[in-house]
């Protein structure tokens, strides 16, 4: 069962002279209990992604088309703004924004900025029984009770990233998205973050986690499925291991060939790269946009832009599978 669709999603950046094409038609689903991770370069629209699906759909930011859709079949881009600050935003939906622990208030004690988050959506309740579902939760997470009296200076890296994570899911939202939360991290706190997501999701305070980041290795250790982004694109989808140890798009093969993966046989395999550069958005190639830079290039593939094709389980863009 889908806790989240995604349909046909289409994001730009409106400038003064021309749109920076971030996200163009994303379509997927997100099932209910599902940690699904979302790779690859910088700037191919992973974070606009997670922006608009998070409806943080702010300036120059523009929702062109598309339709995010709950369980219960309702559009949440339809939705009127003062039902999404009170039914969706932290309650359906919850993000964990880019270098989210440099975010904090410095001026404000933890505790504080948990207390703002839950009176947004219930502004009669006393700051009493907050402190007490607080202390709970943070509890329930492994914080100790001194991270809500403590200011944001007063903490390291690693425990503010927890704290923003914990006032994140503070209302137990069904969806919680991360946009890049072990960035910046060293390996033994990035491990920490990552059990501390796990266990949200095994404890019941989230339902699903979508997880954005550059770092597929990462996402081998905590997602159930990966989805490729390419130039604002979807360019695959499928399990985890499939896509670790059977890529299909071109794209991902150069991707994975970046990786360290420690096998038996990581003696044999031979690190390489992805020639070329990502493409301007504002004017991206005609057809594929990858085949500037794929080694399979066809002329199909500079003139029309391939569908997705279901391919091993998994979806791909790529006239390779027609």
């Known amino acids: 069962m889908s806790i989240l669709s995604a349909e046909n999603i289409t994001a730009y950046y409106k400038l003064l002279d021309s749109d920076v094409k971030a996200v163009e038609d994303v379509t997927f689903n997100l099932k209910t209990g599902e940690i699904l991770g979302i790779a690859g370069e910088s700037g191919c629209g992973k974070s606009t992604l997670a922006a608009t699906l998070s409806t943080v759909i702010l300036p120059p930011l523009k929702l062109i088309g598309g339709r995010l859709i709950t369980e219960d079949g309702k ?3 339809e939705l009127k703004e003062i039902t999404l600050r009170r039914k969706i935003r932290g309650k359906y939906l919850a993000l964990i924004p880019q270098s989210a622990m440099n975010a904090l208030n ?12 839950i009176k947004a959506h219930y502004p009669k309740m006393p700051k009493e029984e907050i402190l007490k579902i607080s202390m709970k939760q ?10 809500l009296e403590s200011y944001p200076f ?7 990233q927890r704290s923003v994570i914990a006032i994140s899911s503070i209302l137990n939202p069904k969806v919680l998205v991360a946009d890049e ?10 491990r920490t973050v990552l059990n501390l997501l796990v266990s949200l999701k095994d404890k019941g305070i989230v339902q699903s986690i979508i997880f954005v980041t550059h770092d597929i290795a990462v996402l081998r250790q905590i997602a159930d499925r990966i989805m490729l982004m390419y130039a604002g694109m979807i360019v695959e989808v499928n399990d985890t291991e499939d896509v670790v140890f059977k890529p299909l798009h071109p794209y991902t093969q150069g991707l994975i060939s970046t990786v360290i993966v420690p096998e038996p046989d990581i003696k044999e395999k031979v690190l390489t790269g992805i020639p070329g550069a990502p493409p301007n958005l504002k004017n991206p190639p005609p057809g594929c946009r990858f085949h500037p ?8 593939c ?5 569908p997705l094709f279901s391919k091993n389980r998994g979806i791909v863009r790529c006239w390779l599978y027609a």
């Open 302 to 306: 500079e003139k029309e832009v391939p």
């Open 138 to 147: 943070f509890a329930e997470l492994g914080l100790p009770p001194r991270v």
């Open 293 to 300: 830079r794929c080694k399979f290039v066809m002329p199909k």
């Open 75 to 77: 559009n949440i881009f």
């Open 106 to 117: 410095p001026t404000k004690k933890i505790k504080d900025l948990v207390i703002d988050a």
């Open 154 to 160: 007063e903490l390291s890296g690693g425990m503010k």
């Open 181 to 190: 939360p072990t960035a910046a991290l060293d390996v033994s706190t990035q």
